[in-house]
């Protein structure tokens, strides 16, 4: 993570542009250069981080523009009851949850976040009938009461999909989302500004958003602070149109991929729960008594639900799963195998 020093020094100290290491931490570009020894003692606090050299009384105090408040990490040696300082503006970027589909879904926060936001980024699929981008848009026109907002829309970079080659496909695809993220903070959002992406779901389980802003960050050409405004997941959504609980009493729940369902052992498992999974991979279960909860389009007038014994549904599942994506061109379906109580 790039970190922007704001070094408080006199006039004739300052001498351009610098590049240090503090502590163990990663480099920093430092605004104004300075002599003497730093680091000596550090706290976090209201997103910023205030070193202090006590080698040198020439030497300042400066201030650390940082996107992280972490009282955690507070450090003896520096008072942490600082003014918030605002010479130099930082972009803030809000990752919204948006919900499994269900335009009902989105939560008052997100849209005070909508609200908040000078460019909302939309990344493009490229499908021919892109519902996924229409109802970005619609979400934006419903709820945004101002007129004062952008949309930039770009296309998403396609990712490889050797299985044979699955780790490299990801770090290719994250590498090449890094360098487009990075090109609209550059191009497209102002200093002071508020840029937001849509997240399906919520941000935080089974997208690679956060991982992408984080990669941009340590590239250390934008700086920015981000927030992430959770969502209501298919995994919900889920559990709720079929009517039952998530959890049983005493009983685990692990969430995995289609990809690494056959690692997982059913037997220390009695609800599992399986997302992006375009292979079907329940299908290796059948004959083992087991329940399956499955639903597709979640929350979208389109919505597909089946459950049952899995043995008397499995087929029933894949030909709706491949009527719907060939009609759509797409399909996003989340499925819940149990054991029998």
């Not at 936001?117 to 981008?133: H, P, S, T």
């Not at 999974?277 to 299908?283: K, L, P, S, V, Y």
């Not at 899995?310 to 709706?320: A, F, P, S």
């Given at each position: 993570m790039q970190l922007v020093f704001l070094v408080k020094v006199p006039a004739h100290q300052r001498t351009g542009e610098s590049v240090l290491a503090i502590n163990d931490r990663q480099p920093v570009v430092v605004v104004h250069q300075f002599v003497g020894r730093v680091g000596d003692s550090c706290c976090f606090t209201h997103g910023y981080v205030v070193f202090s050299s006590c080698q040198n009384d020439n030497v300042p105090d400066f201030q650390l523009q940082c996107p992280v408040a972490d009282k955690n990490h507070l450090r003896s040696g520096v008072s942490h009851d600082l003014p918030q300082w605002s010479g130099y503006p930082m972009k803030q970027i809000l990752l919204i949850g948006m919900g499994a589909g269900d335009p009902e879904q989105i939560t008052l926060q997100a849209i005070a976040a909508l609200n908040r936001?000078?460019?909302?980024?939309?990344?493009?699929?490229?499908?021919?009938?892109?519902?996924?981008?229409r109802l970005r848009k619609a979400l934006c026109q419903r709820h945004i009461t101002h007129q004062d907002y952008r949309l930039v829309q770009v296309q998403d970079p396609r990712r490889e999909g050797d299985p044979d080659a699955y780790e490299r496909g990801?770090?290719?695809?994250?590498?090449?989302?890094?360098?487009?993220?990075?090109?609209l903070l550059t191009d497209e959002l102002g200093a002071d500004q508020v840029g937001a992406f849509l997240v399906w779901g919520d941000p935080s389980l089974y997208d690679s958003t956060m991982r992408i802003l984080d990669r941009v960050l340590a590239r250390g050409r934008e700086t920015f602070e981000y927030q992430v405004i959770p969502g209501i997941t298919s995994v919900q959504s889920l559990v709720a149109q079929h009517r039952i609980p998530l959890n049983r009493i005493g009983e685990s729940i692990h969430i995995t991929t289609g990809r690494r369902l056959a690692a997982a052992a059913?037997?220390?498992?009695?609800?599992?729960?399986?997302?992006?999974?375009?292979?079907?991979?329940?299908?290796?279960?059948?004959?083992?008594g087991l329940d399956i909860y499955w639903g597709a389009y979640l929350g979208t007038a389109d919505e597909i639900l089946v459950s049952g014994r899995?043995?008397?549904?499995?087929?029933?599942?894949?030909?709706?799963r491949a009527e719907a994506r060939d009609r759509r061109g797409w399909i996003m379906d989340t499925y819940l195998l149990r054991k029998p109580a």
């Open positions: 936001a000078d460019v909302i980024f939309i990344l493009d699929k490229g499908y021919v009938d892109d519902e996924l981008l990801i770090e290719s695809w994250h590498e090449q989302r890094a360098a487009l993220f990075e090109r059913l037997e220390q498992h009695s609800n599992i729960v399986v997302m992006l999974d375009a292979q079907c991979t329940f299908e290796r279960y059948v004959g083992q899995l043995d008397d549904v499995c087929e029933q599942i894949k030909l709706l």
